[in-house]
């Protein structure tokens, strides 16, 4: 916020929409499978289930690649589209608009990583370890900070938001190497052919947002119920086209879901 108040006047207000829109699928899908797992976690602790506890947090971490990577992709590949649709009106101009959109895919390529924090963490409180998590934190605000002194000049404040995204992966890669190197996260079989199916869903899912996304000029000239309307086609779309491509290449929802 600070090196943000010597950028561009409204550089504060294009990374606070953009972030808006990063906070729904983090606290919708991220938190809500930190919360789930955490229970989990702590009885198979107690009990002495390593097997369990891995298995657990195997899932979840599954569950948020499964939920994250296309919510991810959709900030990216929508990105102008999304903020027009929520925040086009009263003193928000196009450029507004197009600078906002920068900003949120910045935020957009660190969703993963931000969720990815979420669900390890639980990993170490569960087993009453809460200084790691901290300092791992502590290490990531420090890298976070170093990121936005040399990407704010070039980038503006998009650079303070990939800052940010770079940072979460940081944080999630020292969490998830630190659960490695104790033994308690032990992948199940099956990681190369889950990764390889949610990729090439990915990738049919933003092709299908491009084609039924309409030109950034025509969403501007669109009141915002349509505008609404339009865009919650567009998701469904997409969403259903993810989840089709999924179940076609072998995916088992009911399994994982189970």
Not at 47 to 65: N, Q
Not at 111 to 134: C, E, I, N, W
Not at 196 to 205: D, E, I
Not at 239 to 258: E, I, T
């Amino acid at each position: 916020t600070v090196l943000a108040s010597f950028l561009e006047t409204g550089s504060l207000s294009w990374l606070y929409y953009s972030d808006r829109l990063l906070e729904l699928p983090l606290a919708l899908f991220g938190i809500t499978i930190a919360t789930v797992i955490l229970p989990s976690l702590s009885r198979e602790h107690a009990s002495a289930s390593p097997a369990a506890f891995s298995a657990t947090l195997d899932w979840a971490i599954r569950m948020v690649c499964v939920v994250g990577v296309p919510a991810s992709a959709a900030l990216v590949v929508l990105s102008e589209s999304l903020i027009t649709t929520l925040f086009y009106q009263g003193e928000m101009t196009p450029r507004d608009v197009t600078m906002a959109s920068y900003s949120l895919k910045a935020y957009g390529l660190g969703l993963l990583g931000h969720m990815l924090v979420k669900v390890l963490a639980p990993g170490y409180f569960s087993r009453q370890d809460v200084r790691t998590p901290v300092r791992y934190g502590i290490m990531a605000l420090v890298a976070n900070m170093v990121f936005n002194l040399l990407l704010v000049w070039e980038f503006k404040h998009a650079g303070l938001a990939l800052a940010t995204s770079m940072s979460a992966f940081l944080n999630a890669g020292l969490l998830f190497f630190g659960l490695r190197r104790v033994g308690v996260l032990v992948f199940n079989p099956g990681w190369l052919k889950f990764a390889l199916q949610v990729l090439v869903a990915n990738g049919f899912m933003c092709g299908v947002l491009v084609l039924l996304a309409p030109e950034q000029s025509a969403w501007l000239l669109m009141p915002f119920w349509e505008r609404l309307a339009v865009m919650l086609l567009i998701c469904a779309g997409g969403a259903l086209s993810y989840a089709a491509v999924l179940q076609v290449s072998g995916f088992k929802f009911k399994q994982m879901v189970r």
